[in-house]
Structures are given as structure tokens and as C-alpha cells.
């Protein structure tokens, strides 16, 4: 394990999850420093997405606590979650593919609690932001076109403007690279590193063990519910453990 010092901005202690006979998460602990970009891997099935959906209240925790910034958010629903300053991605994208791009954005401004579904755009400052937004992930172009005639890898980067018009403190990103060109990966890449130099909290979940390597700081790897090891990608990568059960070849 290793001995990062800085403040968590989430934590998870001992929190088990189980549908049905299935026990997807199991004592499951984890704590996130503030400023960090962690890496969150595992085989298929090991309960990643689960945690997710635990922290960002689409599941009810069946025991232990999850807490952002010292506070119990264990029994918050998805929109108190997404106030308090949590966004989040999803591996299949949740956009409006038949409102614009801009419209697209501005139902996220509506999502904090600003005037009424649809209405107009209630300051100009609010528009200017979410254009700003669109231009820092690179479809500015594209403000006009329905979402729904964007590629898939454009709609992820919809989505992380989506979620940035909020200004949140920490996103979580469900597969980020996946099913996304190479390119755009460099591309997504670089602008989580952008964000993360103004102080933005990432932890992501991820299949692509190079973009892991290369983006994360700390790695936590999942396997039954539960945090089986953690430290820098270096460490990780080295774990035997690790090597043999979870990562085999495509990390060497």
C-alpha cells in the first residue's frame, strides 16, 4: 500500500454491496487524495462500475460509509452527489442525441438548479462558459449539429463538458478510452492533464492499461469486491500478484 499524504477527497471504508447471492463489493476501502489522478483496475466483474454507482448514489451501500471531504455522502441521491461537487461518466454516454451540442450544455447548466428545463439561457456569462467548455474538449465546431451525429468518441468529450460546466472537485470516469480512436485517447489524455494541473480530483476506471500507466499517478487494482493492492504504476506494474493475476502480458 502506499503512504500518500495528502487530504482524500473521498473516502471509502469498508463498504459492501451484494445483489441478490451476488457480493459484488466486500470491505471494499479506498481514499482518493485531493489533487491526484488515481487509476481504478480489475477484471471484469471485480465490482469497479459498482463502486461507482455506490459513490455517485445510483446504489445503496448495504454497509460501511463513503464520505467526500469528511461528510457522509452514503445515503445522497445522484443529483446531491453532482451538487456537492462529484461528476461522472458512464461507459455507454448520456447525452441528448436529438438536442444540439450547445443545447446539450445548456441542460447541464439546468441540472444545478438554474430556471427551468428547456427555458432560455438565464446569463449570457452562462452560454459564453458552456462555448468555452465545448472549445477546451474540441467540438466548438460542432455547437449546432444534433449530439446524436457525433462520432462516439465526440460524444465522450460532450459528456466531459457536460460534467465540467458544474465545476466539481473530483470526476470519475467510466472507461474514458474506450471504444475511442487513438488520437482522441492522446487527446482526452491531455486534457485531463490539463485539468488536473488547475487542481482537479480524477479517479478513472479503465481497461487500457497503456493510458493507465501513462496518466495515472496512483493505481488501485479490484478483484472481488474488494482493493487487493495500490501504489504508484510502477509499483503496481512490478506486483507479481498483480502481474500474474490481473494484467498479465499487456502491461510489460
Known amino acids: ?14 463498504v459492501s454491496k451484494a445483489f441478490g447471492g451476488l457480493q459484488a463489493l466486500s470491505n471494499c476501502s479506498l481514499s482518493i487524495p485531493a489533487g491526484s489522478i488515481t487509476g ?19 446504489e445503496r451501500i448495504d454497509s460501511g460509509d463513503i464520505r467526500f471531504q469528511g461528510k457522509s455522502i452514503a445515503r445522497a441521491t445522484p443529483e446531491k ?30 441540472r444545478q438548479g438554474k ?7 438565464s446569463a449570457a456569462h452562462e452560454q459564453q462558459k458552456a462555448l468555452e467548455l465545448l472549445n477546451f474538449v474540441g467540438i466548438a465546431q460542432h455547437k449546432d449539429l444534433p449530439a446524436g451525429n457525433l462520432s462516439y468518441g465526440q460524444r465522450k468529450l460532450l459528456e466531459f463538458a457536460f460534467i465540467l460546466i458544474a465545476d466539481p472537485q473530483i470526476i470519475l470516469l467510466d472507461e474514458p478510452a474506450g471504444g475511442v480512436n487513438p488520437t482522441m485517447i492522446l487527446y482526452l489524455a491531455d486534457r485531463i492533464r490539463e485539468l488536473h494541473q488547475r487542481g482537479l480530483t480524477f479517479l478513472l476506471v ?7 500507466m501513462s496518466l495515472c499517478q496512483r493505481v488501485a487494482v479490484m478483484h472481488r469486491g474488494s482493493i487487493i493492492a495500490q501504489g504508484s504504476p510502477e509499483e503496481v506494474r512490478n506486483n507479481p500478484l498483480v502481474l500474474d493475476a490481473y494484467l498479465g502480458e499487456g502491461v510489460q
Open 206 to 212: 479503465e481497461h487500457n492499461m497503456e493510458f493507465v
Open 81 to 110: 452527489v453532482f451538487r456537492l461537487g462529484i461528476g461522472r461518466t458512464f461507459q455507454l454516454t448520456r447525452i441528448f442525441p436529438k438536442l444540439t451540442v450547445l443545447e446539450n450544455m445548456h441542460v447541464a447548466v439546468q
Open 1 to 14: 500500500m502506499d503512504s500518500d499524504t495528502r487530504q482524500s477527497v473521498i473516502d471509502i471504508d469498508s
Open 40 to 58: 481504478l483496475i480489475g477484471p471484469n466483474g471485480s465490482g469497479k462500475t459498482t463502486l461507482f454507482n455506490t459513490i455517485t448514489g445510483y
Open 115 to 121: 430556471g427551468h428545463l428547456f427555458s432560455s439561457w
